[in-house]
Nanobody, 117 residues
Framework: QVQLVESGGGLVQAGGSLRLSCAAS????????MGWYRQAPGKQRESVAIITWSGSTNYADSVKGRFAIFRHNTENTVYLQMDSLKPEDTAVYYC???????????WGQGTQVTVSS
């Protein structure tokens, strides 16, 4: 059983910053990949940023240069630093982790990010 707990969402003005945290049960190196996804009202969930076991990262084009995913190994936590936020970044943000052997994705409960114009 994998548990992921997100925190750090909130309301921010356009141009502002937020940092999301995802605390994972167990060692984050036991996962193939971890990532942040988001879902806006009436839209499908989309990938925002991914970090692999080896530390490689991948970003959605819409957030490149503004968002950064990184991890704190000893705390088993993955972060999403979000700068230059735009109203279109408004969504529920979910942390996900893919297990190594079953390739199953596990999800946190989500955290709301609202960017006002």
């Amino acid at each position: 059983q994998v548990q992921l707990v997100e925190s750090g969402g909130g309301l921010v003005q356009a141009g502002g910053s937020l940092r999301l945290s995802c605390a994972a049960s167990g060692n984050i190196f036991s996962f193939n990949r971890m990532g942040w996804y988001r879902q806006a009202p009436g839209k499908q969930r989309e990938s925002v940023a991914i970090i692999t076991w080896s530390g490689s990262t991948n970003y959605a084009d819409s957030v490149k240069g503004r968002f950064a995913i990184f991890r704190h190994n000893t705390e088993n936590t993955v972060y999403l630093q979000m700068d230059s936020l735009k109203p279109e970044d408004t969504a529920v943000y979910y942390c996900g982790a893919e297990t190594q052997y079953t390739l199953t994705w596990w999800w946190g409960q989500g955290t709301q990010v609202t960017v006002s114009s």
